[in-house]
């Protein structure tokens, strides 16, 4: 069984920072991608930024140049610093990893219980 621990989420004002932390656990062989999406209400979930196991990132055209996304592959842990961050940032933001629990497992996608981010204007 796994698990994705996400922490970090808060409120905080336009132009400020937070960093989101999430950490998976359990009965893991090895990771592929992890990342981050967020939701806000009424809306879709889009894809925030995503990082490869080799380091390569990906991110979203509203968030470049402010986001970084990072993992400490040691730690099965993934990062999201948020900086500049504005009103429309305000979602819940969702971990994701695509791992596989066995050698012989496919890879499945898990997902954290996600985190409230509020940004203030």
């Known amino acids: 069984q796994v698990q994705l621990v996400e922490s970090g989420g808060g409120l905080v004002q336009a132009g400020g920072s937070l960093r989101l932390s999430c950490a998976a656990s359990?009965?893991?062989?090895?990771?592929?991608?992890m990342g981050w999406y967020r939701q806000a209400p009424g809306k879709q979930r889009d894809l925030v930024a995503v990082?490869?196991?080799?380091?390569?990132?990906n991110y979203a055209d509203s968030v470049k140049g402010r986001f970084t996304i990072s993992r400490d592959n040691a730690k099965n842990t993934v990062y999201l610093q948020m900086n500049s961050l504005k009103p429309e940032d305000t979602a819940v933001y969702y971990c994701?990893?695509?791992?596989?629990?066995?050698?012989?497992?496919?890879?499945?996608?898990?997902w954290g219980q996600g985190t409230q981010v509020t940004v203030s204007s």
């Open positions: 994701y990893s695509n791992l596989k629990s066995d050698y012989r497992a496919d890879l499945r996608t898990h």
């Open positions: 359990g009965t893991i062989y090895s990771i592929s991608t």
């Open positions: 990082i490869t196991n080799g380091g390569n990132t």
